[in-house]
C-alpha cells in the first residue's frame, strides 16, 4: 500500500498525534466549551459523533446534521480540525459539504462490507484522511478488507484505530484489547498509521492512562480519547470521558520511549511478550472462573469433580492441535495437566 501521511499541516510529526473530544456532540455550548478547553490546552484535533450507532434503540442516537454548524465554529473560531464518524454515504457527502477535516469509520460500521463499500464510493476522487476503526469481531482480514476498500476508492491518508474487540465477559475491559491483532496488522501493513482508543477498550475513566501507556509501549502512533467538558453529564459513554484537565494530566504522565534504536528494538518485543504473558493470565483466570461454575454444578448435581472419560479427551484433543501450531506434545501435556490439577483445587474448595 503507498500511502501519504495523515498528518495535516500544522500537526506536529512526533508520537503520540493526538485526537480528542467528546464521544457526542450535544450541544452548541457543550461542544463549544469542550473545544475551546481542549484547544487551551494544546489538542489540534477535535472528535464528536453526530451520528451515534447505538447497541439498542431508545438511547441518545447523536444530534445528526444540526451539529456541523458547530464543528465549524470550532473550525472557525479555535483553529482547531475536526473528525466525525461517517456510516453513510450522506454522513459522507454531509461533512464534506461542512468542510469536516478527518472522517473516520466506527467498529459497528467496518464488520459491515456492504456499508464500508458505500462509504468508499462517497469518496471517490476525494482527498481527505480516513481512519478505520476494527471491526467489533476480532477478524484482522475484516479489518484490512475495510481498509482496502477505502483504499481501493482513491485515499491515500489512512489510518487504523484499535478500540478493542467486542465480548460478553466485561470483567476489566468493555472491549478486550487483543493487543496481538493490531501488532499483526502492523506487521503486514508497516506504512499505516495505528492509533489506539483506550477510552472504548477500558470502558472507565480509570484504565484510560495504563491504556495508553502500553498503546505508546506498543509504539502506537497516535490516541483518540473522548473527552468531555461534564464527562459525567454525558449522553453517551459518561463513564469513559475525562476532563479536558484530566486528559493533560495524562498526556504530561505517559512515558513515550524511542524505539528507533536496536536496544529499544528488544525492549518493544519484550514489551510485545509481557503483554501476551498478561493476556495468557487473563485467560486462565477465565477459565478458573468456568471450572468455578461447572463446580457449582457438580455439587448440586452430586456428580463427582473427575470425569476421568471428558479429561482424556480435553488432553487429546488440545495435544494434537498443539502439535499442528507447531508445539511439542510433551509441552503442551504439561501446561495442560498443570492448568487441570488448579481447576480440580478450585473445585474441590467449592465442593466443601
Ligand atoms: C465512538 O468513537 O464514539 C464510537 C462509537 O466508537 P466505536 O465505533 O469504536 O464503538
Ligand atoms: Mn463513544
Not at 456532540?25 to 484535533?45: F, P
Not at 482496502?148 to 491518508?157: H, L, S, T, V
Not at 504530561?252 to 536496544?263: E, L, P
Request: glycine share 6%.
Amino acid at each position: 500500500m503507498e500511502l501519504e501521511s495523515i498528518l495535516l499541516p500544522g500537526i506536529d510529526a512526533k508520537r503520540p498525534l493526538i485526537i480528542a473530544g467528546p464521544c457526542s456532540a450535544e450541544t452548541e455550548e457543550q461542544v463549544m466549551q469542550t473545544a475551546r478547553e481542549l484547544s487551551s490546552r494544546g489538542i489540534k484535533i477535535f472528535r464528536a459523533g453526530i451520528w451515534k450507532p447505538r447497541t439498542k434503540p431508545g438511547g441518545f442516537e447523536g444530534v445528526g446534521a444540526d451539529a456541523l454548524p458547530w464543528l465549524k465554529r470550532v473550525k472557525t473560531e479555535l483553529g482547531m480540525y475536526t473528525a466525525v464518524e461517517v456510516a453513510t454515504a450522506k454522513h459522507v457527502r454531509d461533512c464534506l459539504t461542512n468542510d469536516v477535516d478527518i472522517l473516520w469509520i466506527g467498529a459497528r460500521t467496518s464488520a459491515n462490507p456492504f456499508a464500508v463499500q458505500e462509504i468508499a464510493d462517497a469518496l471517490e476522487g476525494i482527498d481527505i484522511p480516513v481512519l478505520i476503526k476494527n471491526p467489533v469481531n476480532p477478524d484482522l482480514d475484516l479489518w484490512i478488507g475495510a481498509i482496502e476498500r477505502i483504499y481501493n476508492a482513491g485515499i491515500r491518508k489512512i489510518g487504523a484505530i484499535h478500540r478493542g474487540f467486542s465480548t460478553a465477559d466485561k470483567k476489566i475491559y468493555r472491549n478486550l484489547p487483543q493487543w496481538h491483532i493490531p501488532i499483526e496488522l502492523h506487521r503486514q501493513l508497516p506504512n499505516l498509521p495505528i492509533i489506539c482508543d483506550p477510552s472504548h477498550i477500558g470502558g472507565k475513566r480509570e484504565l484510560i492512562a495504563p491504556l495508553c501507556q502500553q498503546a505508546m509501549d506498543l509504539n502506537f502512533d497516535g490516541l483518540i480519547i473522548e473527552s468531555h467538558c461534564h464527562p459525567e453529564k454525558a449522553w453517551s459513554d459518561a463513564a469513559q470521558q475525562i476532563t479536558p484537565a484530566v486528559l493533560e494530566f495524562i498526556l504530561n504522565t505517559i512515558v513515550i520511549r524511542d524505539i528507533t534504536q536496536s536496544t529499544e528494538s528488544l525492549a518493544a518485543l519484550r514489551r510485545q511478550i509481557d503483554e501476551l504473558d498478561d493476556s495468557l493470565l487473563e485467560l486462565l483466570a477465565r477459565r478458573m472462573r468456568v471450572s468455578n461454575e461447572i463446580g457449582q454444578y457438580k455439587k448440586e448435581h452430586n456428580m463427582p469433580i473427575l470425569q476421568a472419560q471428558r479429561y482424556d479427551e480435553i488432553l487429546q484433543h488440545r495435544i494434537s492441535q498443539a502439535e499442528k501450531m507447531e508445539m511439542d506434545a510433551e509441552f503442551m501435556k504439561t501446561v495442560l495437566v498443570a492448568i487441570h490439577e488448579e481447576s480440580v483445587r478450585h473445585q474441590m474448595i467449592i465442593m466443601k
